[in-house]
């Protein structure tokens, strides 16, 4: 395990190429605090989470500048909402769209202005479905917001 903001040469004992070092333990980096989440999806929300994509244009309709999160195993798409309280980031997500293919990977591309998901057959319990491309323009206008 390569410690946090250290650089790993295989001169420096601290990569598999190394011999004569001591061994690093897991336990010698870990931290008494961690960060924690945005927010936790529960099993029924996402099985099988296939990846997150920033909207970086100020272009996109109400999805501008939002990050989205792909669901593999329950063939969703779904906004982030996202907010800080008392110095702590906390959010939760909201269904978009749902596919007929498990949505796996996702890319935003600014200079067409479109996002782009990709699907494979799904995941359990889902049953198997045809894999996809799928390309988005523009959405349409729809409120976006979370509030405490």
């Given at each position: ?11 420096t004992g601290c990569g598999p190429a190394a011999s004569t070092a001591s061994p690093i333990s897991a336990t010698e980096y870990r931290t008494e605090v961690r960060d924690n989440p945005l927010c936790w999806l529960p099993k029924e929300v996402d ?102």
């Amino acid at each position: 395990m390569k410690a946090p903001g250290r650089r790993c040469a295989p001169s420096t004992g601290c990569g598999p190429a190394a011999s004569t070092a001591s061994p690093i333990s897991a336990t010698e980096y870990r931290t008494e605090v961690r960060d924690n989440p945005l927010c936790w999806l529960p099993k029924e929300v996402d099985n099988s989470n296939g990846g997150q994509v920033w909207i970086t244009s100020d272009h996109f309709g109400p999805l501008s500048r939002q990050m989205l999160h792909t669901s593999y195993g329950t063939s969703t798409l779904f906004q982030v909402l996202k907010e800080e309280v008392g110095g702590q980031m906390q959010g939760g997500v909201v269904p978009l769209l749902k596919f007929d293919t498990g949505v796996c990977r996702a890319r935003f591309y600014p200079e067409r202005n479109a996002l782009f998901l990709t699907g494979l057959r799904g995941c359990k319990p889902t049953p198997p479905r045809t894999p996809a491309f799928i390309a988005f323009a523009t959405p349409a206008k729809r409120p976006m917001s979370l509030s405490a």
